[in-house]
């Protein structure tokens, strides 16, 4: 299966990780479709609990984005990750969330 730019996967962190954790897709569909690119770049997410606030570089997803929960999506911290590590897929960010996240990755890693 291709995955592409925006997909929301689950990873697992470890060899016995049977449910994974959710990401974001950051690294472009070239990337995504060539077979000898082994490692892509996500953003990572963590459950959020319901008396939680997001802090400033935290965009929530949820239910329109495919994912069953609320989740904190982490913008200040971009990850390289093995494509043998993806477990599943869950949904595309909406286009409201994207613009979100794209600001604040920007601010976040100085790229204006």
Known sequence: MTYRRWDILFLKQEDNDRTGH????????????DDKQH???VLTGTKKEPAE???NHQVIL??????TQPTFINCAMVFVVR??????????VTLHRRQQIQRIVRGYLGLG
Do not use: C, T
């Open 22 to 33: 959710p990401a974001v897709v950051l690294s472009s569909d070239d990337v995504m479709g």
């Open 39 to 41: 490692r892509f770049n």
């Open 53 to 55: 606030n997001a802090r």
């Open 62 to 67: 949820g239910e329109p984005d495919g994912l």
């Open 83 to 92: 494509k043998a590590a993806i477990l599943r897929s869950s949904g595309s």
